[in-house]
Structures are given as C-alpha cells and as structure tokens.
C-alpha cells in the first residue's frame, strides 16, 4: 500500500524560500500525479499545485508566481519550493497522490501526513 | 475559480443521528465531486468520489449525492468516530478548490 511522508524544515524565515520534500513509499510514483495541499491553522485546504511523474505540472494561480513542483523519479520523490514566504505561508503541508477521472480531473486518493511549516523570524 | 459552499459550517448531533451535510458549487461541475474527513491532527482522508462512490474501504453509512451545482454528504447513523470535520472538493476544473469544511461534534 503506498503511503506518502513530507519532510522539510518546520521553521522558515521571512522572504526566504520553503522546501519541502514528499516521498512515495510502497509504489512507484510512475503514471500517477502527485499534489501538495497546504491548511493554515485553524481553516480550510488549499490546493497548491500538481505534477505528472514525466515532469509537467499545474499550479494554482494564485500561488504560481512563488511556486515550483518537481519530481524525481530516481528516489520515488517530488518537491516543493514555496519562494519569499510571509506569516501568511505558515501551515500544514500535505503531499498526496491524485486520482485520475479524466484528462484534467483528479482528486486526492492517499495523503501524507502532513507537515507543520510556520514562516517567523 | 469554481467556489464551493458547504453548509452548515458546524453543528451538533449525537451517536446514531442521521446528518446530512450539503456542498454548493458556484457553477455546474457535473459529478466531479469528492468528500473527505479530517480528524483534529490528522490529514484527510478520501470518502467518497464522483459524487456518489464509496471509496474503498469506507462503511456504508456514508453516502453521497447530487450532481451539477448541488451535492450531499449524508451519515446514516453517526458512530463517535465520525465527529470530525468534512470538507468537499471539484475536481471539474483544472484549478481544484475545496468547501470551507463542516465540523460535526458531539451535542
């Protein structure tokens, strides 16, 4: 059964760059897309962006001019870089894989478990 | 972006209560619909998909329906592991967007 786990550092300074690491154990993470979902303290999920395991990708909009999603296939892994973080960033990263419906359509069948970022100086 | 609208946003209800919680979309998304739960501290977790299909795993209990613009996640009879907080997602669009969650808890 694949299970997915975040890693990364937990504290990240203003107007720096956050990075995170999403590794996919127990399958590989050829043919399928895989997503980074974040959820500040307190409220709702926010979708951040998708990648295909061959490397194009997807981000939301209004997260895209900061956002850059990669993968490595070597390791089973894919990334995430966050640029020029304010206090507004600080949340639980989750890294999932999506479910396809369709060309364009995907929810999230497995997740991490998430990981706790907080941006301060 | 499409907007989705869940409601209630919390209420109460006890152990073997039939809940149903409602999720709107700003506009027609077909049956490209899916439910999660999230507990305090843990990460969601898949129920339901297309609208209406239990994800593998999931008891009986949970069911979903609607299509277009209207969806439901009902409970047929709550069991205490299910006070947790639900939260619907369109994947109609290629810029995925969730509902703002329900929380369910104990009255």
């Known amino acids: 059964q694949v299970q997915l786990q975040e890693s990364g550092p937990g504290l990240v300074k203003p107007s720096e760059t956050l990075s995170l690491t999403c590794t996919v154990s127990?399958?590989?993470?050829?043919?399928?897309?895989w997503s980074w979902i974040r959820q500040p303290p307190g409220k709702g999920l926010e979708w951040i962006g998708y990648i295909y395991y061959s490397g194009s990708t997807n981000y939301n909009p209004s997260l895209k001019s900061r956002v850059t999603i990669s993968v490595d296939t070597s390791k089973n892994q894919f990334s995430l870089k966050l640029s020029s973080v304010t206090a507004a960033d600080t949340a639980v990263y989750y890294c999932?894989?999506?479910?396809?419906?369709?060309?364009?359509?995907?929810?999230?069948?497995?997740w991490g478990k998430g990981t706790t970022v907080t941006v301060s100086s | 972006a499409i907007r989705m609208t869940q409601s209630p946003s919390s209420f109460s209800a006890s152990t073997g209560d039939r809940v149903t919680i409602t999720c709107r979309a700003s506009q027609g998304i077909s049956s490209y619909l899916a439910w999660y739960q999230q507990k305090p501290g843990k990460a969601p977790k898949l129920l339901i998909y297309?609208?209406?299909t239990l994800q593998s795993g999931v008891p009986s209990r949970f069911s979903g329906s609607g299509s277009g613009t209207d969806f439901t996640l009902t409970i047929s009879c709550l069991q205490s592991e299910d006070f947790a907080t639900y939260y619907c997602?369109?994947?109609?669009?290629?810029?995925?967007?969730f509902g703002g969650g329900t929380k369910v808890e104990i009255k």
């Open positions: 127990g399958g590989s993470i050829s043919s399928y897309y």
């Open positions: 297309a609208a209406s």
């Open positions: 997602q369109q994947y109609y669009s290629y810029l995925l967007t």
């Open positions: 999932a894989r999506l479910a396809a419906a369709g060309r364009g359509k995907y929810y999230m069948d497995v």
